[in-house]
């Protein structure tokens, strides 16, 4: 059974930093991409960084030099755990944080129920 279960995410001042963890249960995660996008009220939802199985990160322009992105692949190949690490978090950061992994045809399959991220001044 797949699934992605999201943590980390609250409410912080600006400044501040978290970390948004995201637990991937997938049969051969290993070879899988994984990425973080997020959603902020009456904006598209948008990649904010992804991974590849071969290590390469891609990361939005509007987060480098502040989020910073790793992964932790089990031995099994059955278990992935995705990292955020947050820092100097703006008001325009908040949004709800979406982890997904997969993209067997170039679109993510499979996604992670969300985690809010507030920001405040």
């Known amino acids: 059974q797949v699934q992605l279960v999201e943590s980390g995410g609250g409410s912080v001042q600006a400044g501040g930093s978290l970390k948004l963890s995201c637990v991937a249960s997938?049969?051969?995660?290993?070879?899988?991409?994984m990425g973080w996008y997020r959603q902020a009220p009456g904006k598209e939802r948008e990649l904010v960084s992804s991974i590849s199985s071969d290590g390469t990160i891609t990361t939005a322009d509007s987060v480098k030099g502040r989020f910073a992105l790793s992964r932790d692949n089990a031995r099994n190949n059955a278990r992935s755990t995705l990292y955020l690490q947050m820092n100097s978090l703006e008001t325009e950061d908040t949004a709800v944080y979406f982890c997904?992994?997969?993209?067997?045809?170039?679109?993510?399959?499979?996604w992670g129920q969300g985690t809010q991220v507030t920001v405040s001044s």
């Open positions: 997904a992994a997969c993209k067997p045809g170039g679109a993510f399959r499979y």
């Open positions: 997938i049969d051969k995660v290993n070879t899988c991409t």
